[in-house]
């Protein structure tokens, strides 16, 4: 079965702080996509990345980055000097098997970051 | 470009009463999902369309849930005989694809409260 786990639930930090939120996950398929939202308190669920699992190249975008890992299948998130614009809460999500063509996505429980000026 | 849109944003309802909402879509994406999220967690998985089929159903889909998407554009999610239990955030989210690999745009959700 396929699952997603991050372990943090709260983190607080003060603005300018480096902080990673974690990201584990199970699946037995070989081909598979991951995924961070982030969800600020309006609700919506912004995209931020997806990657494939044959890419394990880290990416960063301006204060964001990411670390994916297949050894210990994990898929973190570092944001670098946290802004008070950061607070929200961060869902890493997995994609069901591709064969399946569905395309659901199964999420974490999220780790709300709450970054103080 | 206008993203995925959701009416309305609130729902308060009673009990045993009917709610329908309504989610537009991405222009042309051709998938659209549902979710559910409940408080403290992350969304989970209701439906999806693929332009107007609805091809897969979540055991979470009860038999007072349904929903459409007609003309393979906007969809609607309805809940019968609301229950307490039904009290979540519903959210759509559109991509374009056919494989299923697709990245998912999300809206704002509905937020619906059943008293």
């Known amino acids: 079965a396929q699952k997603v786990t991050q372990a943090q639930t709260e983190i607080s930090v003060v603005e300018k702080e480096d902080v990673t939120l974690d990201c584990v996950y199970e699946?037995?398929?070989?081909?598979?996509?991951l995924f961070w939202y982030k969800q600020p308190p309006s609700g919506e669920l912004v995209f931020l990345i997806r990657?494939?699992?044959?890419?394990?190249q880290n990416e960063i975008s301006g204060r964001y980055s990411w670390n994916f890992q297949k050894s210990t299948s994990s898929f973190n998130f570092t944001i670098t000097a946290s802004q008070v614009v950061d607070s929200a809460v961060y869902f890493c999500a997995l994609s069901e098997p591709l064969y399946n063509q569905g395309g659901k996505l199964i999420f974490g429980q999220g780790t709300e970051l709450s970054v103080k000026p | 470009d206008t993203g995925v849109s959701q009416n309305p944003r609130h729902k308060i309802t009673k009990r045993g009463q009917n709610v329908t909402f309504r989610c537009d879509p991405i222009s042309e994406h051709n998938r659209l999902y549902w979710y559910r999220q409940t408080l403290g967690q992350g969304p989970e998985f209701l439906t999806y369309f693929q332009n107007e089929a609805q091809l897969e159903k979540s055991r979470l889909l009860s038999d007072r849930f349904s929903a459409e998407r007609p003309k393979g554009s906007f969809s609607t999610l309805e809940i019968q005989r609301t229950e307490q239990g039904d009290s979540a955030m519903y959210l759509c989210a559109s991509s374009l694809g056919w494989q299923g690999r697709e990245t998912q745009y999300f809206g704002p959700g509905t937020r619906l409260l059943v008293l």
């Open positions: 699946t037995r398929d070989t081909t598979y996509y």
């Open positions: 990657r494939n699992s044959f890419d394990e």
